[in-house]
């Protein structure tokens, strides 16, 4: 029995949903990450019961970290994006969080230098406040070790392929290491990693979606818990093509996802298209209910997904709307996003 409802609502569901492809659905993900990382740093005392946490989120961590708190008794504080709505502003204040949401912008790479920004300021008033650096810190890696041996288990991991947004690096970054440091069988996992277009992250800030940029897969700042080397294949697809994905999910599958599950199916599919003989396992990160007026009421707008495939490019400067693939073969990241990893403890 769970002794808490973070628990819960960090284990994911494996759902098969045709041949060769799984769904690994999460009501919300961040919590697998942000629950590890804080009894982390409690067993090691790096904290204590009754500090706070701090850090910067866009939405999903923010509701993660104060579930963390609330089930180790820690206070929470997030600086939180333009993008944080009203249900969650409304969830983080009953469970205690305290939130400072930045001003409405329409620059992403602007919001977040604001947000990091004001945490240095916070962090300059009170020195004692711990700064959880979800982008930066692998301690997030460490929640994801359970649901890798899920996964091991339920589909043998053999000519198994993972894909998922990338976002900070750590969900698909853990679930590669840890599927590929297996005895056995899992030597050949390939990582596919799905991005927005306008992210720094694999070089495509040079490309804007005209609609907007995908929230939590992409970055507009480098990123430290990513660590590039892991991915094998690349996708960067466009919010139209990730919500003809979602709308697809849904109709076909009755999986009510967010929009970066729309884009990390559509991946998928191509993939398992791609590699007969291989299994396609897609990260589904959180539910739809942020995405119902975006993207779920325009589903008459969606475009059928036979009318849609990635253009397949060997260079970032061929990148191109709406969905571009390219094989990345586990290269370094070029200076100035390279950032040593450190294996996670």
Same mark, same amino acid.
């Given at each position: 029995?769970?002794? /808490?409802?973070?628990?819960?609502?960090g284990?994911?569901?494996?759902?098969?949903?045709?041949?060769?492809?799984?769904?690994?659905?999460?009501?919300?993900?961040? !919590?697998?990450?942000?629950l590890? #990382?804080?009894? /982390?740093?409690?067993?090691?005392?790096?904290?204590?019961?009754?500090?706070?946490?701090?850090?910067?989120?866009?939405?999903?961590?923010?509701?993660?970290?104060?579930?963390?708190?609330?089930?180790?008794? =820690?206070?929470? &504080?997030?600086?939180?994006?333009?993008?944080?709505? &009203?249900?969650?502003?409304?969830?983080?204040?009953?469970?205690? #969080?305290?939130?400072?949401?930045?001003?409405?912008?329409?620059?992403?790479?602007?919001?977040?230098?604001?947000?990091?920004?004001?945490?240095?300021?916070?962090?300059?008033?009170?020195?004692?406040? &711990?700064? =959880?650096?979800?982008?930066h810190?692998?301690? /997030?890696?460490?929640?994801?070790?359970?649901?890798?041996?899920?996964?091991?288990?339920?589909?043998?991991?053999?000519?198994?392929?993972? !894909?998922?947004? !990338?976002?900070?690096?750590?969900? %698909?970054?853990?679930?590669?290491?840890?599927?590929?440091?297996?005895?056995?069988?899992?030597?050949?996992?390939?990582?596919?990693?799905?991005?927005p277009?306008?992210?720094? %992250?694999?070089?495509?800030?040079?490309?804007?979606?005209?609609?907007?940029?995908?929230?939590?897969?992409?970055?507009?700042?480098?990123?430290?818990?990513?660590?590039?080397?892991?991915?094998?294949?690349?996708?960067?697809?466009?919010?139209?093509?990730?919500?003809?994905?979602? +709308?697809?999910?849904?109709?076909?599958?009755? +999986?009510?996802?967010?929009?970066?599950?729309?884009?990390?199916?559509?991946?998928?599919? /191509?993939?398992?298209?791609?590699?007969?003989?291989?299994?396609?396992?897609?990260?589904?990160?959180?539910t739809?209910?942020?995405?119902?007026?975006? !993207?779920y009421?325009?589903?008459?707008?969606?475009?059928?997904l036979? %009318?849609?495939?990635?253009?397949?490019?060997?260079?970032?400067?061929?990148?191109?709307?709406?969905?571009?693939?390219?094989?990345?073969?586990?290269?370094?990241?070029? #200076?100035?996003?390279?950032?040593?990893y450190?294996?996670?403890?």
């Open positions: 029995m769970d002794q /808490h409802i973070a628990e819960s609502v284990r994911p569901d494996l759902i098969r949903l045709d041949d060769r492809l799984v769904c690994l659905r999460f009501e919300t993900m961040k !919590v697998v990450s942000a590890a #990382a804080v009894r /982390h740093l409690l067993d090691t005392g790096a904290v204590r019961r009754g500090d706070t946490l701090l850090d910067s989120s866009s939405g999903i961590y923010a509701y993660a970290l104060a579930l963390a708190c609330h089930r180790y008794g =820690m206070r929470c &504080h997030i600086v939180g994006s333009t993008t944080v709505d &009203h249900t969650l502003r409304t969830q983080l204040a009953v469970l205690g #969080a305290t939130l400072e949401q930045m001003e409405p912008c329409s620059d992403l790479k602007l919001d977040q230098k604001r947000r990091v920004e004001r945490i240095h300021e916070i962090l300059a008033e009170h020195p004692e406040y &711990h700064w =959880m650096r979800q982008y810190d692998d301690i /997030h890696y460490l929640g994801y070790r359970a649901i890798a041996e899920r996964i091991r288990e339920a589909t043998g991991a053999a000519g198994l392929t993972v !894909v998922g947004g !990338v976002g900070s690096g750590a969900s %698909t970054g853990a679930l590669a290491r840890y599927l590929r440091a297996a005895p056995s069988g899992s030597a050949d996992l390939r990582l596919v990693g799905v991005q277009y306008g992210s720094v %992250t694999f070089g495509a800030e040079h490309v804007s979606d005209p609609e907007i940029i995908i929230a939590g897969i992409g970055s507009s700042i480098p990123f430290g818990n990513v660590s590039h080397e892991l991915y094998d294949t690349l996708h960067w697809i466009s919010f139209d093509a990730a919500l003809a994905g979602s +709308v697809d999910l849904l109709r076909r599958h009755a +999986v009510f996802a967010g929009l970066s599950t729309g884009a990390g199916y559509l991946a998928a599919r /191509h993939e398992r298209e791609r590699t007969p003989g291989r299994t396609v396992l897609f990260i589904a990160a959180d739809g209910h942020r995405y119902v007026d975006t !993207v009421a325009r589903h008459r707008e969606a475009a059928p036979a %009318t849609l495939a990635p253009r397949d490019v060997t260079d970032r400067s061929e990148l191109a709307l709406p969905w571009s693939r390219m094989d990345w073969n586990r290269a370094r990241a070029e #200076a100035p996003a390279a950032v040593s450190v294996p996670a403890r």
